[in-house]
């Protein structure tokens, strides 16, 4: 966490907060986890979308990029923006997303250690804590800790996001 806590889950294993900022009684989390390739996909207003994805302790990680890339254009687009001043990256709802050339790209065929990122997340100007890993310098997020109020995410064989 950007102050320097470790990371801890909450009772239903999704959202995490850091030491400071959470109630530390559900348990550590490694920095560091083993990463698997998979062969991600997505539902997107009924197109079947491959995503650059990892297994990270059983959950499915997908890069926030591509995410954001996915449905730019649509009434749930967020821009992206990385600010390497304060080491944070701020989403912004509503906002045009602008590509940086890294996205929906292939994931990598081999396992690699994931590391807990330490980038601060805010949404609309407010700090935010997904739990989130870096990638080859690409922050990876679970889709379940962008739908509270963000994506309308559902499951059946599939994530499915309806965004129109």
Do not use: H
Not at 30 to 47: D, F, I, M
Not at 128 to 136: A, E, G, Q, S
């Amino acid at each position: 966490c950007s102050c320097g806590d470790k990371y801890n889950l909450d009772k239903y294993a999704v959202s995490v907060k850091c030491e400071t900022c959470y109630d530390s009684r559900y348990g550590d989390l490694p920095e560091e986890s083993e990463a698997t390739p998979t062969n991600a996909t997505v539902k997107v207003n009924g197109k079947v979308l491959k995503f650059d994805a990892y297994n990270i302790n059983d959950n499915n990680y997908f890069k926030l990029r591509d995410i954001a890339y996915t449905i730019n254009g649509s009434d749930k687009k967020f821009a992206v923006a990385w600010d390497p001043n304060v080491n944070a990256v701020s989403l912004t709802t509503g906002a045009a997303y602008t590509s940086n050339g890294t996205e929906m790209t292939p994931a990598g065929e081999e396992d690699i250690l994931a590391g807990i990122t330490t980038t601060t997340l805010y949404l609309n100007k407010a700090k935010i804590y997904p739990l989130t890993y870096m990638i080859n310098e690409s922050n990876y997020v679970k889709l379940q800790d962008l739908r509270d109020g963000k994506l309308d995410v559902d499951y059946d064989r599939m994530p499915i996001i309806r965004v129109k």
